[in-house]
């Protein structure tokens, strides 16, 4: 109890009699105040938030969360009430007071496994995304399908539009990783230093974008083009205005308006890089729900099959005989299953587990 009650306001603690003395009176006024904010950066306790309907000039607001907000994390993309001083003036602090229900959560678990306390560390990556740009270097470093498959089950499951965004299309060709995803309709882009941006720019338009992939494969790169005074259009996105380091954080850019579009450009959301997407939150059935191509083959698995390779009568097993998907799409819909049983580390070992699918790796 006594760690319980470190997290209410003084104003809660119920030594007082009657209900009139609550807070309530006193703080809904105020909250009644509360302005709408969009949280873009996120840093060390301090949220940096631009007011709904501020033009791209107007200064961004920081905010700290107020107390009575407890546990509720407030992440980038978090739709806000302020209150206090939102002037955004040099030392001017806001409070955060309010987190308006979330459209889209995406989360990642620093590993598969649920039983390891990893496993159970959940992390929300961003809040009210429309669309995951799953983005993956070509080469340097290699296009990973795993990991592309670990970033689909995450978005299908958070109900976030993925988007294959395939870089340095200057050092190889996209063959191999498009052959793969064949059976899938996964829109994709392909993006090379001297490409011009348009059909990308035209996906991003009017939507909540988030960049996930391993660290050097050109997110930020990619965000710098798109936006291209980011280091200058906020204060907060040091991270980006350094150039080719690593991201360190999540950090929520305003696209630039569309020539000849109108309405909301949309905005885009550079991810530091994950060495992997653990999916321990992600039940056994959604699992399935980031393989459509496998999909309509478990109809004639027996009831409650587990689809693993050890299963008996999976259909899935004839449904790729049959030519019907990919046996790799398989073979890694089933390395996500027998990962998230705890068999084996996701990370790194893909090679080793994969030898004739360099591709394989997550
Ligand atoms: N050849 C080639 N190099 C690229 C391309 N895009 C990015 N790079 C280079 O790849 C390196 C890594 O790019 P970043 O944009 O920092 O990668 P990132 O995904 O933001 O990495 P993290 O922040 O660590 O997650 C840089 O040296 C870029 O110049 C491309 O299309 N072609
Ligand atoms: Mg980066």
Redesign the pocket.
């Known amino acids: 109890m006594a760690t319980r009650r470190r997290e209410y306001d003084e104003d809660d603690v119920r030594v007082r009699p009657g209900k009139s003395s609550r807070p309530r009176t006193r703080t809904r006024p105020r909250h009644a105040d509360a302005v709408d904010g969009f949280v873009i950066a996120v840093d060390r306790g301090r949220y940096t938030c631009v007011l709904a309907g501020a033009d791209p000039e107007d200064p961004t607001v920081t905010a700290m969360r107020a107390r009575e907000l407890g546990r509720k994390s407030v992440v980038v993309g978090d739709r806000v009430g302020l209150v206090g001083d939102t002037s955004g003036a040099a030392g001017a602090l806001a409070r955060i007071v309010r987190i308006a229900e979330r459209s889209s959560v995406l989360r990642r678990t620093a590993d598969d496994d649920e039983t390891t306390a990893e496993g159970r560390l959940e992390r929300v990556v961003v809040a009210n995304a429309d669309q995951l740009v799953i983005?993956s270097?070509l080469a340097?470093p290699p296009p990973r399908t795993g990991f592309i498959d670990r970033c689909l089950v995450a978005a299908y499951d958070a109900g976030i539009a993925p988007l294959l965004c395939l870089?340095?299309?200057?050092?190889a060709g996209p063959e191999q990783v498009l052959g793969y995803y064949a059976e899938l309709e996964l829109p994709y882009v392909l993006?090379?230093?001297d490409s011009d941006l348009d059909a990308l720019r035209a996906l991003l338009a009017g939507r909540v974008s988030v960049?996930v992939?391993?660290?050097?494969?050109?997110?930020?790169?990619?965000?710098?083009r798109l936006v291209p005074d980011a280091a200058r259009a906020v204060g907060v996105v040091s991270?980006i205005g350094r150039?080719?380091?690593?991201?360190t954080s999540a950090v929520a850019l305003r696209l630039p308006p569309a020539p000849g579009a109108c309405g909301d450009p949309g905005w885009i959301v550079?991810?530091?890089?994950v060495r992997s997407f653990g999916l321990a939150h992600v039940s056994a059935e959604s699992l399935l729900h980031g393989f459509p191509d496998l999909v309509e083959g478990t109809v004639d698995c027996p009831p409650n099959c587990p689809h693993t390779a050890d299963a008996p009568d999976c259909a899935l097993d004839a449904w790729v005989a049959a030519g019907r998907a990919d046996p790799r799409r398989l073979a890694s819909y089933r390395r996500l299953l027998a990962s998230r049983s705890g068999e084996g580390d996701p990370r790194g070992e893909a090679d080793q587990r994969n030898p004739g699918d360099p591709l394989a790796g997550s």
């Open positions: 983005v270097a340097d870089t340095k299309a200057d050092l993006v090379r230093p960049l992939g391993h660290s050097g494969v050109g997110k930020s790169t990619l965000v710098n991270a150039g080719r380091h690593t991201s550079d991810t530091p890089g």
